[in-house]
């Protein structure tokens, strides 16, 4: 049985089908950018400005001014720490 | 259009330096960082908070952005074109991701290294700079990108087989 000879054309008219590898990689990120917006909505890591790294609540005798600092909440939105103190 | 061979091999050349510079200073800013987490010593931490500012500032942002305009360069001066292959089109959405987080970590890497410089600030609250996160996935990104570049993964995306029909096209006529 022999391919029609038209087959060959038709092959090259049609458009490329998407390699596995790219679908894979598009699995991967639709799943971690649902994965951020899971932890942003139950508020796992919604601190994401500098100051998480200063554990909330920890006041000491010593502290320092810090400069007038942007912190970016995605909660609470744009804060600014005036002169605050660590 | 497209460039000279001699001018394709000199932004190559530029694109492969930058970036693998990159990759070491990455790996550079993790010394510093694992150096924050395992040092006893409050001297050799407060320095290693001060270095990861000029480091970030001086090395990662300008090869981040070289990186970027290099890679479009030579992606819109070739026949690779920027959209017409999925690996390309993969590293650039890879290394603009991967810029972007970097300059949104610049702020957190000022205020360690404010805060370091401050001699009455308690190293101790500091949590270990910022901790591995950011720069190891920046790592691993940095590794897929040059995997793509070198096995250079097959497919092509539906705009570049629309421009290799035209150019067909082009050729019988």
Known sequence: ?86 | MIMSPRLRKLTLTSHITVSVGWIGAVIAYLALVAVTMTSQEEQMVRSAYLAMEPITRFTLVPLALASLVTGIIMSLGTQWGLFRHYWVLAKLLLTVLATLVLLSYTKTVSYLADAAADPSTDIGRLQGGGGLLHPGIGLLVLLVIVLLSVYKPKGITRYGWRKQQERRKESQT
């Open chain 1, 1 to 86: 049985m022999s391919k029609s000879p038209n087959s060959n054309d038709e092959m090259k008219n049609r458009p490329p089908i998407t390699p596995r590898w790219v679908k894979v990689a598009g699995i991967i990120v639709v799943i971690l950018i649902l994965l951020f917006f899971i932890l942003k909505l139950t508020g796992i890591g919604s601190n994401h400005g500098p100051g998480r790294h200063i554990p909330e609540g920890d006041q000491t005798e010593q502290s320092v001014p810090v400069k007038q600092t942007l912190f970016v909440n995605l909660d609470h939105g744009i804060t600014i720490d005036d002169g605050g103190h660590l």
